[in-house]
């Protein structure tokens, strides 16, 4: 069960628009290669804001301004909203962390948020996601970035006080500029300088368990093995599957959505509440038919088609449904081919591991 009590941490996604158009990005890949419209809402609302916030979270330490589509400070009332979780909410004890491409808006919007931020913990920082360190390197994954524009809103955010991360995603095309831009973000005053893998444990176990590329066509941009981390993160993930006949059903799934540290939900650009960011933005805008839509499908035919969203339930009652309650929470131990509550594709790609 989904114990409501201890909910300390909230992944919020104000919206699915974004400025940029990342090519392994899901709002890329589905919305501008496939042309599906987002159904619903695109953005979050202050009223869903108000339902969700008009409770009181004792426990809430984490936010997570951060999603699947789209770049949540583009939303064009993003003050508002966090604004309106500093008068509902004791803000100072809750970490705020937003993920940004930075390259939108003024400089007096990221000098304004800045000054919100210090209502909340003093560790709370921005994100900024920075692939290279000339406006083309930059716009080889970041595409219609301006980078100039990130470096005037980032420099406008940390003048402000404002503490500011720089993350790196690494390609085997950007590796060349990886000690100039960490020298870069410590004379420009960014508190930390991170460096990124993606997908690649996820993609190695999704190929294992016989599941589709749903990035076909962009791996290049999406999957780089060749770093030091890569290479221990993907013979970690060949040690495991090597252990187990059937990586599948054999693993453990410790869900990340409910450890002592984040324990909570995502709330998607839709106003629907989902257990965490991996299963919406996978799931929600697939084609009925289609193979991965299939891996969810159960749980899609099960409930009514609002029952997770804001516009028509009070969020305890969403949390209290038997969804969270049961049924996921059951999933993460049964079989894959079990004809109740059965084990989530998904489940296993993001949060299986074969105990050592
Ligand atoms: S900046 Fe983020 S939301 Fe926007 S296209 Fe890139 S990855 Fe997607
Ligand atoms: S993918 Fe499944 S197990 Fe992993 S965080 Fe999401 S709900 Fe939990």
């Not at 453990?252 to 629907?272: A, D, L």
């Not at 749980?299 to 038997?322: M, P, V």
Request: aromatic share 12%; with cysteine.
């Amino acid at each position: 069960m989904l114990d409501i009590d201890k909910i300390n941490y909230m992944m919020l996604e104000f919206t699915s628009a974004c400025n940029a158009r990342c090519p392994a990005c899901a709002r890329t890949h589905h919305f501008v290669n496939s042309g599906i419209t987002p159904h619903g809402s695109r953005q979050l609302t202050l009223e869903h804001m108000q339902n969700l916030f008009g409770v009181k979270w004792p426990n809430l330490t984490k936010i997570n301004i951060d999603g699947n589509y789209g770049d949540s400070m583009y939303h064009p009332q993003s003050l508002e909203m966090l604004e309106y979780i500093t008068q509902t909410q004791d803000a100072s004890k809750i970490k705020l962390y937003i993920d940004s491409n930075g390259g939108y808006k003024t400089p007096e919007f990221w000098k304004d948020l800045g000054t919100l931020m210090k209502k909340f913990h003093e560790t709370s920082c921005i994100t900024f996601g920075i692939d290279g360190i000339d406006p083309e390197m930059h716009q080889r994954y970041r595409v219609r970035v301006d980078l100039n524009k990130v470096f005037e809103n980032a420099t406008a955010f940390i003048n402000n006080g404002g503490n500011a991360e720089w993350k790196w995603i690494g390609f085997d095309y950007n590796d060349h500029q990886l000690e100039d831009a960490k020298r870069m973000s410590k004379e420009m005053g960014f508190s930390a300088f991170i460096y990124k893998n993606t997908r690649v444990r996820h993609s190695i176990i999704k190929e294992a368990i016989g599941l589709q590329d749903s990035y076909k066509g962009v791996t290049v941009t999406s999957k780089n093995v060749n770093s030091t981390i890569s290479k221990d993160i993907v013979e970690q993930a060949k040690k495991e599957l090597a252990s187990v006949k059937d990586f599948a059903n054999e693993s453990t799934i410790r869900c990340r959505f409910r450890r002592e540290k984040n324990y909570g939900f995502q709330v998607e650009h839709s106003g629907r509440i989902y257990q965490c960011c991996h299963l919406p933005g996978y799931y929600n805008y697939q084609i009925p038919g289609s193979a991965i839509y299939k891996e969810y499908e159960y749980y899609i035919n099960k409930y009514t088609s609002n029952w997770n969203s804001l516009d028509e339930h009070n969020i305890l009652d969403i949390l209290n449904h038997r969804y969270f309650q049961r049924d996921l929470t059951e999933s993460f131990n049964n079989r894959t081919d079990a004809s109740e509550n059965p084990r989530i594709s998904r489940c296993i790609s993001k949060c299986g591991s074969i105990d050592a």
